[in-house]
């Protein structure tokens, strides 16, 4: 059963593809003419039945009575999109989605396109931006995020009745080639890896840099971790915590700053696992942990002490960008390459690929919930793996081919 036919006026019940039902009603028009409709899901079919029933009824004893939002009569895209951010997106992601779909719609959507009225809106409109937004050189990833950021909200309008069809379903996603190039030098060789950690060493943030290296750890995911998530004594993290900077509500300043830091549980159970320590990220930790207990000492009652592994000399919580600036600094210092602090998870897994670990230990370490994904973003490894199995193969044939007279 997919979907209940009724005469109008008494609602209908239909199956979506997850296997949820789906009762509304019609309680007639918006202020922009507009069919409204009230819907609910429900799990168990005759859950929406009895729902529906309710809601009927209600409706013959209050006949006259409608809710209608306040809407514009003529609803501009831009209009749209700023009721989408606030009515349907915030009060439903975390703070960092909401953020991510603010910029996207307020830097890319809203300059080009909100002034077009959303029932005049046309694929062609859409298809010519993002085509733009390519050119201009935005990467591959940042138009998919504004093609899915534009079908979302066109998505919401269509249930909503503001619109017939979302057309940004028909939309062309834009794609270029990458640099190859730049592709291969996103991560370091095990000789750069050795001199930067060389001249890390005499850095006081160096445990986060080993951290990365040592353990494939999401950025966010160091800033988060607290001592009570590492067991020394059985060696291993257990990760459960994200850190993610967020602006402030309604923008305000706060000591200097219109963001703050908050903690985050992981979106995904992939992403809390655990993650087991070598012996000399158990010494680095170790000899860290001193050097804490002396901050602290140092500091006095200056000392915040909010329990993460990585901080400042007053304890509080290292910034992801100030955490960047001194990667960039000891970059220089060691004359490497400017890397992206996001590298040194990149490092981590192609190394451990170079030596062999099985792509599905290494997804379980990092967190990665599809082998497919990992493959794409961290199986393109360098000429030397490739030179190394080539190798392997000629190897084997030496050792189980008869010596001829054409080769050995």
Known sequence: ??????????????????????????????????????????KDYDDAVAWKATVLADQQLQPN???????????SFSDWLDLWLKDHV?????????ENHSYIVNNH?????????LTAL??????TLLNDKLQSGLSNRMVELI?????SALRKAVEEGHVMVNIADTVHKPRKEEDNANTDMAYMSPTEMATFLAIAKEDRLCIAFQLLLGTGLRVGELLALRWDDVDLDKKFI????????????????????????????????DHQRQIPLNSHLIKALQRWKVYQDYDRQLAGEQYVDTG?????????????????????????????????????????????????????????????????YFMEKYGCVSQRLKVNAVEKIGVAMRENSRVTAWGS
């Open 122 to 127: 046309e694929t062609s409109q859409l298809q």
């Open 308 to 372: 993460f592994v990585i901080t400042t000399s007053k304890g509080t919580a290292v910034l992801q960008r100030n955490l960047t600036r001194k990667f960039h600094q000891l970059l220089a210092k060691s004359n490497l390459p400017l890397y992206s602090l996001f590298s040194l998870r990149k490092t981590f897994a192609v190394h451990l690929l170079e030596m062999e670990v099985r792509p599905e230990v290494i997804q379980e370490l990092m967190g990665i919930d599809s082998l497919d």
């Open 109 to 117: 959507l809203k300059p080009t396109l909100g002034h077009c009225s």
């Open 90 to 98: 915030k009060p439903n992601v975390r703070p960092r989605t909401w």
């Open 238 to 269: 257990d990760l459960r915590l994200s850190a993610v900077r967020v602006r402030n509500d309604d923008d305000t300043v706060v000591n200097g700053n219109n963001y703050k830091v908050i903690l985050q549980e992981a979106n995904r159970k």
């Open 147 to 151: 093609l899915i950021t534009a079908r």
């Open 1 to 42: 059963m997919s979907r209940e036919r009724n005469h109008k006026g008494e609602g209908s019940i239909y199956q979506r593809k997850d296997g949820y039902w789906i009762a509304q009603i019609y309680v007639g028009k918006k202020a922009n003419g507009k069919h409204d409709y009230k819907r609910k899901s429900f």
């Open 65 to 75: 009575i409608i809710t209608v939002p306040d809407l514009p009569k003529e609803l």
